[in-house]
């Protein structure tokens, strides 16, 4: 009775990716010499190690796998379990570990240029040597924005403030890790971390991921920054963001996706819009078709693996009730009684193919037509007859 219990954990931990098992235990392990403070100050990013004079670049590269907290480490693997199994199907293992170095060193640079900054308004150096930048939350926020631009408008529940959608998810947590630490419930650094790894995210998934076709990027409408806030404050937050976009633009940071206009578009803007919008259309497809391949990979092995109690969907005939109705339609049409009652054989009408493919007489010139006897159109000619 108690090999099930082992035997399923087992089968679940095979089943997970390699990038899941590599970044849970590799969490775990960073979780237990989070006990030593010598390792603390090795594996953790200080923003004034950073500087020159210590210059600790591999805390960079160490710093995502350090947890204080067994809440935070259930935390991050259960959210990395769950989203990347979610988007390992439309994603291959390389596009998934560099999205993961990717944001955890980006929300090093960010978080740490935030508290440099932060040292030269206030002049306090406990903000350069005491604060420790460390664990997932910036990866998290991460995934939350990829979750985005796969399905932005997956509906999870229904609020009396409208819909919630994953179109919502990133700012509502931003906004939850800035009032927890507001009321001195969280650390400040987890909001920094949190608000470096969504803007991080954000822009290497809208101008530099590549994509399995060679797209670099993508150009849906409903991925743009001022989507993640309310539909209220998006003119607002498009007034700040803009210049940022053409400033980048300017120095070449970003490329530049054109729009084309639909009114009256000539063939050269209809091959031109045809060969920007296919991109993200394709992208698009492409998910679909990963996700639809998945599910139809795991019915065809839940199938082989039990044929004798395998069904097919409800949708599918079975093939039990067809013979039945095959065997009772030729009942009805042999002319067995049923309950009582006879049905007649029902004759189906059989038609002279010659017959109907015969040609329709027409009627002779008008020079050549006596006065007293004329050939209608259709059918052969009329003769005299007496009543």
């Known amino acids: 009775m108690n090999r099930p219990i082992p035997n399923n954990y087992l089968n679940f931990i095979n089943s997970l990716s390699p990038s899941i098992r ?7 392990v960073g979780y ?8 603390v100050q090795a594996l953790s990013v200080i923003p004034g190690n950073l500087l020159p004079s210590t210059f600790a670049i591999w805390t960079a590269f160490t710093f995502c796998f350090l947890e204080f907290h067994i809440w935070e480490v259930i935390v991050d693997i259960v959210v990395v379990t ?47 040597f005491e604060v420790k930048i460390h664990g997932l939350i910036g990866f998290l926020a991460g995934l939350c924005v990829a979750i985005m631009a796969i399905m932005p408008n997956l509906l999870i529940a229904r609020t009396p403030f409208g819909n919630f959608t994953n179109r919502n998810i990133p700012i509502t947590f931003m906004a939850c890790s800035i009032l927890l630490w507001a009321l001195n419930l969280i650390s400040g650094q987890y909001s920094v971390m949190f608000c470096s790894g969504l803007v991080s995210s954000f822009i290497y998934l809208r101008f530099y991921q590549r994509h399995a ?13 001022a989507n993640f806030f309310p539909t209220a404050t998006q003119p607002v937050i498009n ?18 996706q054109p729009i084309f206009p639909l009114n009256h578009p000539s063939s050269s803007d209809i091959r031109s819009m045809t060969m920007s919008i296919s991109p993200s259309d394709q992208q698009d497809n492409e998910r679909r078709r990963a996700i639809a391949l998945k599910a139809l990979n795991e019915r065809w092995k839940a199938l082989n693996s039990d044929p004798q109690k395998s069904q097919l969907p409800k949708s599918f005939p079975q093939t039990s009730s067809m013979q039945q109705q095959h ?14 009652h006879s049905h007649e054989r ?4 059989k038609f002279n193919i010659d017959e109907i493919m015969k040609p329709i007489p027409m ?8 006065t007293s006897e004329t050939t209608p159109l259709f059918g052969p000619p009329s003769t005299s007859s007496n009543d």
């Open 239 to 256: 007034f700040i963001v803009n210049p940022i976009y053409k400033m980048s633009l300017n120095i070449g940071l970003v490329k530049h």
């Open 346 to 349: 029902k004759v189906i009408p």
């Open 213 to 225: 076709n060679g797209v670099r990027g993508t150009n849906a409408e409903n991925f743009t920054f």
């Open 327 to 340: 065997q009772q339609q030729q009942q009805h049409q042999a002319g067995f009684s049923h309950h009582g």
């Open 82 to 128: 769950l989203c990347l199994k979610l988007i390992e199907p439309l994603w291959d293992q390389i596009q998934v570990m560099t999205f993961f170095a990717v944001v955890n060193l980006s929300v090093a640079v960010l978080s740490s240029f935030y508290y440099l900054c932060l040292y030269s308004i206030t002049k306090n150096t406990e903000i350069l």
């Open 22 to 28: 590599v970044i849970s235990s590799i969490t775990i």
């Open 32 to 39: 237990l010499l989070s006990y030593s403070e010598t390792a």
């Open 363 to 370: 009627p002779a010139p008008p020079g050549m037509m006596s």
